[in-house]
């Protein structure tokens, strides 16, 4: 009996495969057709955020700051959120020399359903309608499941980087409606690449993802439009080395995030800015940050042991006694100028803001 359930399971394999290797040269022309008509309809019809109100959260810095910027060269007025104010008055500054007609400084905690009504209240009171919600803080944790010491350390993570997108956007729901406006979800490559040493990020920014994918369909009807923008490995604060770590404190260890970034090349916030509001403005439904990370979500789709494979590889095996020496680890440190090629100069310090 076992055997005739190997034989059948290795039957609906092979069928599997067969239709597989039937169906996908029609799906990629189709896909590369949609991709090629969805540009020219983006660039026809695309969101003039000039005088529009864009309320950010996590933008004192990294990718939250240089949204700012960006939104702020395209003459939107901006509401920016974050817990470290004298920081975000100054990114603040910095977006009204850039291009903001206006902009709203509240100091504020996403993970706090009262902190999150009252931004979008303050938003509304100054400005009188919001266009664009972005929902952008973050925090991350590096470390294989059985190292951390209890996992009760990780609902702050979870708090931040799932119930931080879910409070502002049940406050916002309301004003967006009158505005037609846009909920822009900042996930991550995490969302859809699992990747070993990331438990509890992973199952947030996957939590939070899910989320934009239901209210997409429940808000459809309303005139909301949704975009989640999926980062790969980008200039910020989280790839300088902050985290969340196994003993549930938050510090800069750079060794760990060698550890899980090894060699990956790391892309400038400012250009990864641009490229995300430039879809978002476009009306796209998801923005792959570098681009070629969709093939990789690809990959995991349809060769989801090969991307196993290559993930335990990089960050799980190790070529000394820390649990640190990766293979990826060694590939950054092994090859001479792998780091200045990879990393920008602002991730080989560790230093970060203090307020």
């Known amino acids: 009996m076992a055997a005739m359930a190997q034989l059948a399971g290795a039957a609906v394999r092979v069928a599997l495969a067969a239709l597989l290797a039937l169906l996908l040269p029609a799906y990629c022309v189709y896909r590369l057709t949609a991709s090629f008509l969805g540009a020219l309809l983006a660039a026809a019809a695309d969101d003039d955020v000039a005088g529009k109100v864009v309320l950010i959260t996590g933008a004192s810095s990294g990718i939250g700051e240089h949204l700012a910027y960006e939104y702020a060269r395209r003459g939107a007025y901006l509401a920016l959120v974050a817990r470290r104010e004298e920081s975000l008055r100054e990114v603040g500054d910095a977006a009204l020399a850039a291009g903001s007609p206006g902009v709203l400084v509240v100091a504020g905690d996403v993970s706090s359903p009262d902190d999150c009504r009252k931004f979008v209240d303050d938003t509304i009171r100054y400005f009188g309608r919001l266009d664009h919600l972005v929902n952008n803080a973050s925090i991350w944790q590096v470390g294989k499941f059985e190292e951390l010491t209890d996992v009760n350390h990780f609902r702050k993570l979870m708090d931040i980087n799932f119930w931080g997108h879910v409070y502002p956007t049940r406050h916002a729901i309301p004003h967006l409606k009158k505005t037609r406006g846009r909920?822009?979800?900042?996930?991550?490559?995490?969302?859809?690449?699992?990747?070993?040493?990331?438990t509890f990020y992973n199952a947030s920014k996957a939590a939070a993802a899910n989320l934009y994918e239901t209210l997409r369909m429940e808000l459809a009807g309303d005139g909301i439009a949704i975009t989640e923008v999926i980062p790969g490995v980008v200039e910020s604060e989280i790839t300088k080395g902050k985290m969340l770590t196994k003993e549930g404190d938050m510090r800069v260890d750079q060794d760990e995030r060698d550890a899980i970034l090894g060699a990956a090349p790391?892309?400038?916030?400012?250009?990864?800015?641009?490229?995300?509001?430039?879809?978002v403005c476009g009306g796209e439904r998801y923005v792959f940050e570098p681009r070629w990370y969709r093939a990789a979500y690809t990959l995991r789709v349809c060769f989801p042991e090969a991307l196993e494979w290559c993930a335990r590889l990089l960050t799980v095996w190790r070529l000394g006694p820390a649990t640190t020496d990766t293979v990826g680890r060694w590939l950054l440190l092994g090859v001479p100028g792998q780091r200045w090629l990879s990393q920008p100069a602002s991730l080989r310090s560790p230093e970060i803001k203090a307020r």
């Open 183 to 198: 909920i822009v979800g900042v996930t991550s490559n995490s969302s859809y690449i699992f990747m070993p040493r990331n």
């Open 266 to 279: 790391v892309e400038r916030a400012g250009e990864f800015a641009r490229a995300a509001v430039r879809g």
